[in-house]
């Protein structure tokens, strides 16, 4: 069995995120999707998600879009790809944090995993940052 694995925040679920999964699915028959830490979102993007994230696993699972759905170690980035063992990890066309330490990492454990950049769907329309804009103004009015 090919297993794949992507990783993001999927705060605001859209159809971008839908496109993303179907896209990753295509490298393989499991898809895993490990799901950022509350912490690690604010770390990386500088702001506290809209969801926390035992609502962002809920809202995921419930679409059916991914086979499993886990939450990322809080310590450990890489502890998810060692415990799951992907073939292919998929990476979103603007997911850059962690990726020089990812292959770095695939490349000092010796492991056989092909890291592959999917395409975008209409970012300027399905982009979580535009996305969560919106939501933010909405809920002020």
């Known amino acids: 069995m090919q297993k794949v694995m992507v990783f993001g925040s999927f705060d605001i679920l859209h159809k971008g995120h ?3 999964f179907k896209q ?4 393989g028959d499991f898809l ?3 799901l950022a830490r509350d912490s690690t979102i604010k ?3 500088k702001n ?3 969801f926390p994230e035992k609502e962002r696993l809920s809202n995921l699972k419930k679409t059916g879009w991914a086979d499993k759905v886990i939450l990322g ?3 450990n980035y890489f502890k998810p790809i060692l415990n799951f063992k992907p073939q292919v990890i998929c990476l979103g066309y603007d997911q850059f944090f962690f990726i020089k330490e990812l292959e770095e990492e695939i490349k000092k454990k010796g492991l056989k995993i092909k890291v592959v950049r999917l395409t ?3 970012p300027h329309l399905y982009k979580s940052s ?3 804009k919106k939501y933010v103004r909405h809920q002020i009015y």
């Open 24 to 27: 990753a699915h295509k490298f």
């Open 18 to 20: 839908e496109k993303f």
């Open 73 to 75: 170690d809080k310590k």
């Open 130 to 132: 535009l996305l969560r």
């Open 43 to 45: 770390k990386v993007k």
């Open 32 to 34: 895993l999707v490990c």
């Open 48 to 50: 506290d998600p809209i």
């Open 120 to 122: 975008s769907f209409k």
